[in-house]
């Protein structure tokens, strides 16, 4: 690292930079999982963004491994690695039992089989040069598909013109570190951290500017819902964000739907905030990178 800085300052100017936003997104989901341990339940929060942002993670660290010139991603995701795991076994204590199974579940088949697969394959199969565009290129896959998640927050910020669940400072700090990485593989030439971040980008201004101008707009969707097929619309939406079952709109009183509407923007943020790029999470991004 101490080369690194030597030879290319800017580049570890970035990867500071990114490795200092990644580590406060990463301790976005605190609040959360204060409120879990406070009364002792996941009031049905789901799982998944934490065992993939783990799993994001731990690609990385061992991309980072094999590519040493991208060094400054160790301390990020090894940072991730710890932040998720605790996130993870304080979720598997406070689920329900069935929450509990399929959290195990998928932690298994992602973490321990999928990784493991990926670990063995590159490292019996291919060597040198060829095993690090290949784990590269399974890094930018993995990258590319996490930043696609915020197109359902785009869609429901467009479908009912409220940014009720898309902060504006999440989606400026969540840019400004898709900025930072995409600069540190830029000047580090590693074409794999910087591809997914331009991706990671777009989607940050989309979102930046769709606060700009939807933040005054009267929601089109008002507490009694008309509107089956948006309000099913808007259900599927929040399911895809949460993971959980679809609850129709209409069949809640005002207020158990502002509450279930606020647990549901929470969630949804907090899913945006654990899995984005590359240290950090919309997408990990890395922090997943």
Partial sequence: ???????????????????????MVYLAPLPTFYRVYRKKSTEGFQSVPYV??????????????????????????????VIETIYIVM????????AKIFTVKILFL??????GLILLLTLFLSEGPRRVRILGWVCVAFSVS???APLSVIRLVIRTKSVEFMPFFLSF???????????????SKDKYVALPNILGFTFGVAQMVLYLIYRNKKPAVIEECKDPELGLAIGKISATEKGA?????????????????????EQSNNDRA????????ESTGNVEV
């Avoid at 979720?91 to 069935?98: D, L, T």
């Avoid at 400004?176 to 000047?187: D, K, R, T």
């Avoid at 129709?248 to 647990?263: A, G, H, L, Q």
């Avoid at 654990?274 to 999470?281: C, M, Y």
Wanted: aromatic share 16%; glycine share 8%; hydrophobic share 50%.
């Fill in 91 to 98: 979720y598997i204590i406070y689920a329900p039992k069935k």
């Fill in 110 to 115: 992602l973490n321990v089989v999928i990784f």
């Fill in 245 to 265: 079952e679809v609850h129709p709109i209409d069949s809640k009183s005002p207020s158990s739907s502002d509450e279930e509407s606020s647990e549901q923007g």
């Fill in 1 to 23: 690292m101490a080369v690194l800085s030597l030879d290319h300052p800017w580049a570890f100017a970035f990867g500071i930079l990114g490795n200092i936003i990644s580590f």
């Fill in 173 to 187: 700090f969540l840019t400004l570190s898709a900025v930072a990485w995409f600069f540190y593989g830029l000047l």
């Fill in 52 to 81: 993939v942002a783990l799993f994001s993670s731990m690609l990385w660290i061992y991309y980072a491994f094999l590519n040493t010139s991208v060094s400054l991603l160790i301390t990020i995701n090894s940072f991730g690695c």
């Fill in 274 to 281: 654990i899995i984005s790029g590359n240290g950090g999470v």
């Fill in 146 to 148: 996490v930043f696609i």
